[in-house]
């Protein structure tokens, strides 16, 4: 079945640092989702790409989805201990109705 | 701002019993999710909802799961005979529309202990 990777499972960095989430999917994905979700809490949406080498920015935050529509990264500048939690991206199954989620990147800033 | 609750926070049950997760999609969305996810794992899809019956579901969703939509707010999970691997966190989530092309918003959760 489809399978939905991201890497690294774990980063440690030291507040101010940068932080990248790389997430790629076994199949080619019509759009790509990324939520966060906080120690504790449930996901948060973040953002929506659709377009083939879509980028994206939030504030401090960079989405890209790749140009095969098979890939994806999440790029944090400067981060800060709001940053903490475990990111994941998600996207569609093919032709169905169903979301699957990345198996999520765990950020830890130290101050 | 409008967002999913769900009921109870946690649940404590033994293995074999029925238990039944409550959500409450916020009131305009018309797709609902439940999702479920083992400590310290990834988020799980389970099944999809929409127009009163089941539009997708998972492997892992089998005859002992069953949602339900009784009434216009309420949207249920019921496991029927739990196992102990059925121990993990379960999350309602709705969007407004198709989810897999719109946001979905998540409730908060039920912490499902199977003892």
């Known amino acids: 079945g489809q399978q939905v990777m991201q890497i690294p499972q774990y980063q440690h960095v030291q507040e101010g640092e940068d932080f990248t989430t790389y997430c790629n999917s076994s199949?080619?994905?019509?759009?790509i989702q990324w939520y966060k979700q906080r120690p504790g809490g449930h996901p948060v949406f973040l953002i929506q790409l659709v377009k083939s080498g879509e980028v994206k920015k939030q504030k401090r935050l960079t989405f890209q989805f790749g140009e095969a529509k098979k890939n994806s990264s999440l790029h944090i500048t400067a981060t800060q201990t709001t940053d903490v939690g475990t990111y994941f991206c998600a996207g569609p199954a093919y032709n169905t109705d169903k979301l699957i989620f990345g198996t999520g990147t765990r950020l830890q800033v130290f101050p | 701002e409008p967002e999913v609750t769900q009921t109870p926070s946690h649940q404590v049950t033994q293995m074999g019993q029925e238990v039944i997760l409550r959500c409450v999609p916020i009131s305009n969305h018309l797709y609902f999710y439940w999702y479920r996810q083992i400590l310290g794992q990834k988020v799980e899809f389970l099944v999809s909802f929409y127009n009163n019956e089941i539009s997708e579901k998972s492997e892992i969703f089998d005859d002992q799961f069953s949602v339900e939509r009784p009434d216009g707010s309420n949207f249920t999970l019921k496991i029927r005979s739990t196992k102990l691997e059925d121990s993990a966190m379960y999350f309602c989530a709705s969007s407004v529309t198709s989810g897999v092309s719109y946001e979905q918003y998540f409730g908060p959760g039920t912490r499902l202990t199977v003892t």
């Open positions: 199949t080619t994905l019509s759009n």
